[in-house]
């Protein structure tokens, strides 16, 4: 499977965003999905996940109420609502899928596709 990562932009403080993660390929209704977010200088940090089927979802602690994914398997597409926007969610955003995982994980090794990633900046 392909993934194709949009989305991302410039925005204020507060503000919101939605980022998309398009994907290639009949079966992806199948793969866990992932979001996860690198800044300059810094290790990558996982966001947010959520199941094949959608019925599973986990955002991390630092973006928990702000943040919430969601996908729409018949549009092949994983979506990263972003509200309430921090400076320091400044990062490149990636999404990465999982044919193995039976729902969702926090661990970056355990996604085998990876898109290009998209920039997220958040100004004070």
């Known amino acids: 499977v392909q993934l194709q990562a949009s989305g991302g932009g410039l925005v204020q403080a507060g503000g919101s965003l939605r980022l998309s993660c398009a994907a290639s390929?009949?079966?992806?209704?199948?793969?866990?999905v992932g979001w996860f977010r690198q800044a300059p200088g810094k290790e990558r940090e996982f966001v947010a996940a959520i199941s094949w089927s959608g019925g599973s979802t986990y955002s991390a602690d630092s973006v928990k109420g702000r943040f919430t994914v969601s996908r729409d398997n018949a549009k092949n597409t994983v979506y990263l609502q972003m509200i309430s926007l921090k400076p320091e969610d400044t990062a490149v955003y990636y999404c990465?899928?999982?044919?193995?995982?039976?729902?969702?994980?926090?661990?970056?090794?355990?996604?085998?596709?990876w898109g290009q990633g998209t920039q997220v900046t958040v100004s004070s």
């Open positions: 990465a899928a999982s044919l193995i995982l039976s729902s969702w994980s926090p661990n970056w090794d355990e996604y085998d596709y």
């Open positions: 390929g009949r079966t992806f209704s199948s793969y866990a």
